[in-house]
C-alpha cells in the first residue's frame, strides 16, 4: 500500500520517496518530481501571499491536471515498489501537499493512501 509521512520519520520508513523539490542532504530516500510543487509555489505559501486554498487550486491546476492518477500510480509501484513512502516537509496535521496527492490518488484510482501513524 502506498502511503505519505514526513522527512523527520524516515529513519522509520523501509521505502521513503520524496515528492518535494528538493530532500533533506542526510535523506536517503528515492526521489519522484512528477509530484513536486513549482518553486514559486512553495515559495509565495512560505512567504504568506498564497492560503491553502489557492495553493491547493494551483497545484492542482499546474502539476495534477497535466497527470494521469492511475498511470502515476501504477509508475510509483513500478519505480518504488508497492510500500512506497511520499514524503514531504510538513508535520501530520500541518497543510501540504503530500496529502494533496494522496486524495488525488485515492479519488482517481479508488486506492486508499493513508498517512503513516507512528
Known amino acids: 500500500m502506498i502511503t505519505t509521512s514526513y522527512f523527520a520519520r524516515e529513519k522509520n520508513i523501509p521505502n521513503p520517496v520524496c515528492i518535494a523539490q528538493v530532500k533533506p542532504s542526510w535523506s536517503k530516500s528515492k526521489e519522484y518530481k512528477k509530484l513536486a510543487p513549482p518553486w514559486n509555489l512553495v515559495g509565495r505559501y512560505k512567504k504568506g501571499t498564497v492560503s491553502t486554498q489557492q495553493y ?3 497545484y492542482s491546476f499546474f502539476v495534477l491536471s497535466r497527470l494521469n492518477p492511475v498511470e502515476v500510480l501504477n509508475e510509483i509501484k513500478s519505480l518504488f515498489g508497492d510500500d512506497a513512502s511520499l514524503l514531504c516537509y510538513e508535520k501530520p496535521g500541518d497543510f501540504c501537499h503530500r496529502r494533496i496527492v494522496a486524495e488525488w490518488l485515492e479519488k482517481g484510482t479508488g486506492e486508499v493512501v ?5
Do not use: G, I
Not at 493513508?114 to 507512528?118: I, Q
Open 114 to 118: 493513508p498517512e503513516l501513524k507512528f
Open 56 to 58: 491547493t487550486q494551483e
